[in-house]
Nanobody, 117 residues
Framework: VQLMVESGGGLVPPGGSLRLSCAASRGILRFATAAWYRQAPGKQRQLVAKITSDGTTTYEDSVKDRFIISRDDAESRVYLQMTSLKLEDTGVYYC???????????WGQGTQVTVSL
């Protein structure tokens, strides 16, 4: 059973925008902090944004003021609106729930974001 299913990636030029979506199995998001991670080529997976159950958001410095994380608990979805994309935003993006810095669910397949001229 796939718990987290990411979608919305694609190929965009620098300065472009994308909106990623994560469909979580029912109940997973309840009271949980949700997060988006990015795995750039040749690098480890890195948390880029997270949102608590009460809507408090935190961002990695490189994406502040460009990315917005949101959630819809009624639909069991988490979103990542990405604007002003840069070459270094390229990578596979994953969503998960996180507790004390530790991802809680089995990783999904992710969605590829490629920023290229």
């Amino acid at each position: 059973v796939q718990l987290m299913v990411e979608s919305g990636g694609g190929l965009v030029p620098p300065g472009g925008s994308l909106r990623l979506s994560c469909a979580a199995s029912r109940g997973i998001l309840r009271f949980a902090t949700a997060a988006w991670y990015r795995q750039a080529p040749g690098k480890q997976r890195q948390l880029v944004a997270k949102i608590t159950s009460d809507g408090t958001t935190t961002y990695e410095d490189s994406v502040k003021d460009r990315f917005i994380i949101s959630r819809d608990d009624a639909e069991s979805r988490v979103y990542l609106q990405m604007t002003s994309l840069k070459l270094e935003d390229t990578g596979v993006y994953y969503c998960n729930t996180v507790h004390r810095g530790v991802p809680q669910q089995r990783w999904g397949q992710g969605t590829q974001v490629t920023v290229s001229l």
